[in-house]
């Protein structure tokens, strides 16, 4: 069959679907790019908001209206949790949970699209670990690697540990001996991802023992943490990153709520001056480092004042950016059932100015790091333009002038100025 994919969601998505292609290539399927004609066609799902489940059933009605007669496929978390509303759109003839996708050849195999739909999605409670890596950007400098699945955290507001299962990892000699294979093959930056990575635990060792471990490797590349709770990011995290040359100086930590009223109801593990503390902790140690910050806008009983106390909070804090979510009930979750819910109408202005103190958080992270030196992979060559788009070790996107695309190698660039979504910056020889 010639098959496509189309993903949704975070990098642990992604990289699962990249082993998911591996597999049915090697049962003797061809891969077509998403939008090509296909005998079959697989959506990955996210489940996280309203919108991400709206996004999932919008884009399935499009394969079905341009490609008819192709078998659709669907699985992930969306999957997971709400099989049969997504049973119910013409076309989708297989379902899969989290655990059974990777057994995807063999439900492809016995798939007929003549049949109805089938629904697989039993298996999360003896869910087992499946690593997988994938290719992050178009010119392959970048590779997601799995780590970790599964939350143990049960967030009041989120699904994931039910779409996910329980926590488990790679195994820790495995990390060790897949890293160096990238290295190998001369990928340049690894981006180290997991549901919640800060709970990695294999043969007693924890986070911060696969930290140090792969601090310590002979590696001509460069290593990113994904997202990181922030009760999770030890001292000795934050020192190791301090002296490392291989890790970047880049924090993505979520605090959800700067107000203690709603991180209790949320049940987060942390108070906001911890939270606080924390950022000044890294600051201390690690200096001109990148910290991104996840917050979700009009939980149930947030009132005005609450939301003033994260509002206050964050402007405080010395970050780099925003990702800001407007909160969305997702029914097997317990704040679906909590009283006092926020109009729609208050959630959107309240997101609104969370995106505004991002965009000037950002302005001035980027002010700060011009003048400066720094590392760079080179990614996107813009052939019209003359430009080069590259990412630093500490997440600030620059564009400098090349010929062509250049090799897959480290330069050092000067940041010259502040462009507003990158900085300008010259090619050192």
Request: glycine share 4%.
């Amino acid at each position: 069959m010639k098959v496509s994919f189309y993903n949704l969601g975070c990098k642990v998505n992604f990289a699962e679907t990249s082993i998911l292609q591996e597999q049915l290539k090697t049962a003797g399927h061809e891969i077509v790019r998403f939008g090509e004609p296909a005998d079959a066609v697989f959506v990955h799902t996210c489940t996280v908001t309203n919108n991400a489940d709206s996004d999932c059933r919008k884009l399935i009605r499009r394969i079905h209206r341009e490609f008819p007669d192709a078998i659709i496929g669907v699985f992930g978390c969306y999957a997971q949790l709400h099989p049969e509303e997504i049973a119910e759109i013409d076309g989708v003839k297989l379902i899969l949970g989290n655990e059974e996708k990777f057994e995807l050849d063999i439900f492809l195999k016995n798939c007929e699209k003549d049949s109805n739909c089938e629904i697989y999605t039993d298996g999360l409670k003896n869910a087992e670990f499946h690593a997988a890596t994938s290719i992050d950007n178009e010119v392959h400098t970048r590779t997601a690697l799995k780590i970790q699945d599964g939350c143990d955290y049960f967030c009041t507001y989120c699904a994931v540990a039910y779409s996910r299962g329980r926590s488990r990892s790679m195994n820790f000699g495995d990390l060790r001996e897949e890293v160096l294979s990238l290295n190998f093959v001369q990928a340049k930056e690894i981006v180290l991802s997991g549901i919640n990575i800060g709970e990695y635990s294999s043969e007693g060792k924890n986070f911060t023992d696969a930290v140090k471990m792969l601090d310590s490797l002979p590696l001509d590349l460069r290593i990113r943490i994904s997202s990181i709770e922030p009760n999770l990011v030890t001292e000795e995290i934050i020192d190791t990153i301090a002296k490392s040359k291989i890790f970047c100086h880049h924090f993505h930590i979520p605090i959800q709520s700067g107000s203690d009223t709603i991180l209790k109801m949320m049940n987060r593990r942390y108070t906001s001056n911890f939270f606080a503390q924390q950022i000044e902790r890294i600051h201390s140690k690690i200096k001109n480092c990148c910290i991104g910050i996840d917050v979700i806008a009009g939980f149930p009983g947030e009132t005005d004042e609450l939301f003033q106390e994260t509002y206050d909070l964050l402007s405080n804090i010395d970050f780099a950016y925003l990702h800001v979510f407007s909160y969305s009930d997702r029914s097997v979750a317990r704040a679906s059932k909590f009283e006092n819910k926020v109009p729609n109408l208050i959630k959107k202005h309240r997101t609104n100015q969370l995106i505004e103190l991002s965009q000037q958080k950002k302005s001035q992270f980027y002010d700060k790091n011009v003048g400066k030196i720094a590392r760079i992979i080179p990614e996107t060559f813009h052939a019209e333009t003359g430009d080069t788009t590259a990412w630093t070790d500490n997440y600030v996107k620059v564009r400098f002038e090349t010929a062509a695309q250049l090799p897959k190698e480290f330069f050092n660039v000067e940041i010259l100025s502040n462009e507003g979504d990158f900085c300008r910056a010259k090619l050192l020889k």
